[in-house]
């Protein structure tokens, strides 16, 4: 990269990314090819500069347990429901990112409280979206229904045409692109401690691949209550008309 080019980056992340919602002051020693073009300059890096806004936004409301999702820098659902409770629970006003930046920054900025007690999910097997128990310890079991669906979709081998092969999900699945997803379900490591050390106890699995089956179902099944397939989002395009 050239260096003019490193000097104009650095630039506009000191200017145009405010730690708070009031802007920074640009200095006096920034280059005059910056400040004649600062427009343009502002309006080419806008998507460089939203994803690092977004991503300060997803480490501060993670840290508050608002947000269980990766920190990708991505608007999903899980940021959108993350960010509207956290405005709500701190009386905002607005959801803009410096808003909920600089609210999040506090010291008495508002923790997430604990999930509610799981919903029972029904055990009768005939729709996608039913659930039979989660099988007794020491079982090896055989999946069915939306947890068929979520887990070959999420570990499982893809097709061409983007669904999965039924079946072909894997109990020890490592995510290969840089997330700590793993499992069966491919629980990322926050998301596992909070619902399988924090709400079910099973503190000895470090990891979702490390748990055995029956314990993968079990977090799968809790999660699911608390939020449904919204938590498996970035498979959709595999899932998506199935559930």
Same mark, same amino acid.
């Given at each position: 990269m050239h260096w003019k080019m490193i000097v104009i980056i650095a630039t506009l992340s000191a200017v145009f990314i405010p730690s708070t919602a009031h802007a920074r002051e640009i200095p006096e020693y920034i280059s005059p090819y910056v400040l004649e073009h600062q427009e343009e300059l502002e309006e080419a890096f806008k998507p460089y500069l939203e994803e690092k806004?977004?991503?300060?936004?997803?480490?501060?409301?993670?840290?508050?347990?608002?947000?269980i999702g990766e920190i990708d820098g991505i608007k999903g659902p899980l940021t959108k429901n993350a960010t509207e409770k956290f405005a709500e629970a701190a009386e905002l006003d607005s959801t803009d990112p410096e808003t909920i930046i600089e609210a999040a920054s506090?010291?008495? /900025?508002?923790?997430? %409280?604990? %999930?509610? %007690?799981?919903? %029972?999910?029904?055990?009768?097997?005939?729709?996608?979206?039913?659930?039979?128990?989660?099988? /007794?310890?020491?079982?090896?079991?055989?999946?069915?229904?939306h947890r068929l669906i979520i887990a070959d979709c999420e570990s499982g081998n893809h097709l061409a045409n983007g669904r999965a092969a039924?079946?072909?999900?894997?109990?020890?699945?490592?995510?290969?692109?840089?997330?700590s997803a793993s499992g069966a379900f491919q629980f990322i490591d926050s998301t596992w401690r909070w619902v399988a050390h924090d709400m079910l106890g099973y503190t000895q699995y470090p990891t979702a691949r490390s748990a055995p089956p029956y314990v993968q179902i079990e977090a799968f099944d809790w999660l699911w209550a608390n939020g449904g397939k919204q938590h498996w989002s970035p498979s959709s395009s595999c899932w998506s008309g199935l559930l």
């Open positions: 806004l977004l991503i300060e936004k997803q480490e501060l409301l993670q840290e508050l347990d608002w947000y506090h010291e008495d /900025a508002p923790q997430a %409280p604990a %999930p509610p %007690p799981p919903t %029972p999910v029904p055990s009768t097997p005939s729709t996608a979206n039913s659930a039979s128990p989660a099988p /007794a310890q020491g079982s090896s079991p055989s999946l069915s229904g039924r079946g072909s999900y894997n109990w020890n699945s490592i995510n290969q692109q840089g997330s």
